[in-house]
């Protein structure tokens, strides 16, 4: 059985640093494409990194150069470490797997797609305040 568990989150003020996690267990990372999703009290989940392949990744417009996306492939695990936090950084966060993968030069509908992922974290709440 395949379960993603997502930890590391809090509370911190504006500015700060948060680094989350999601650890898999029941299968490996390794040839998997991993995506960090959040999701604002009421508004939709939206997609926030992926990281796959060699390892290539890629962000949201509204976090990249403050969110970076890691992995350690010994530790079946995948790293989230969010800077510079904001306010409406607020959310929940949630890892995704899509166990086949990506292409090399994926579609950005492929990679940011909620639907395109295979299994799910139960999320880590993440609160900045101002």
């Known amino acids: 059985q395949v379960q993603l568990v997502e930890s590391g989150g809090g509370l911190v003020q504006a500015g700060g640093s948060l680094n989350v996690s999601c650890a898999a267990s029941?299968?490996?990372?390794?040839?998997?494409?991993t995506g960090w999703f959040r999701q604002a009290p009421g508004k939709e989940r939206e997609f926030v990194a992926v990281?796959?392949?060699?390892?290539?990744?890629y962000y949201s417009g509204s976090v990249k150069g403050r969110f970076t996306i890691s992995r350690d492939l010994a530790k079946n695990t995948v790293f989230l470490q969010m800077n510079s936090l904001k306010p409406e950084d607020t959310a929940v966060y949630y890892c995704?797997?899509?166990?086949?993968?990506?292409?090399?030069?994926?579609?950005?509908?492929?990679?940011?797609?909620?639907?395109?992922?295979?299994?799910w974290g139960q999320g880590t709440q993440v609160v900045v305040s101002s």
């Open positions: 990281i796959w392949g060699g390892p290539r990744t």
């Open positions: 995704a797997a899509r166990w086949g993968g990506l292409p090399t030069t994926p579609a950005m509908t492929l990679m940011t797609n909620s639907r395109n992922y295979d299994d």
């Open positions: 029941g299968r490996t990372f390794s040839g998997s494409a």
